[in-house]
């Protein structure tokens, strides 16, 4: 029986535990099965600005969804996996206190959009939703 491949590797903003599914070249299919970290809001190419043509609204990859990424990226996983779901609320949480102790325009209008985001995506939103 073949070994399950598992990584740590970023996409756009956000980064992810995936299971190598193929590799290709100097690229892999990679299966989302975490998240470490929460994309970004806003404009990627004007970062911490609140005064663009279009505030982007970023959710995090699915349970699941597979993407293509260079090789060179990923770096193997080798901790305990948590679920999909407390993985998004802890990255979601974890980039909501972050902007919480700012004051600037952009962390304000980034908690704005995350917020918005958040609605979104399946879990509870309550305060014992980690329990």
């Given amino acids: 029986m073949e070994e399950v ?3 740590k590797v970023p996409y756009k903003t956000g980064q992810y535990a995936a ?3 193929k590799e290709k070249g100097d690229k892999m299919l990679v299966k989302v099965l975490a998240v470490l ?6 404009d ?3 970062p911490n600005q ?3 043509a279009l505030f982007h609204e970023r959710k995090a990859l699915a349970h699941y969804e597979k993407v293509w990424v260079p090789k060179s990226v990923a770096k193997p996983f080798e901790e305990e996996l948590p679920s999909y779901e ?3 609320i802890r990255a979601v ?3 909501k206190n972050k902007l919480s102790s700012k004051e600037d325009d952009y962390s304000k209008k980034a908690l704005d959009t995350l917020k ?3 609605k979104d995506y399946a879990y509870e939103a309550n305060e014992n939703r980690l329990s």
């Fill in 5 to 7: 491949k598992m990584v």
């Fill in 19 to 21: 299971e190598v599914m």
């Fill in 37 to 42: 970290k929460h994309p970004k809001q806003g």
């Fill in 44 to 46: 990627l190419h004007q």
């Fill in 50 to 52: 609140v005064d663009v």
């Fill in 86 to 88: 407390k993985s998004l």
């Fill in 93 to 95: 949480d974890e980039l």
């Fill in 116 to 118: 918005t985001v958040e």
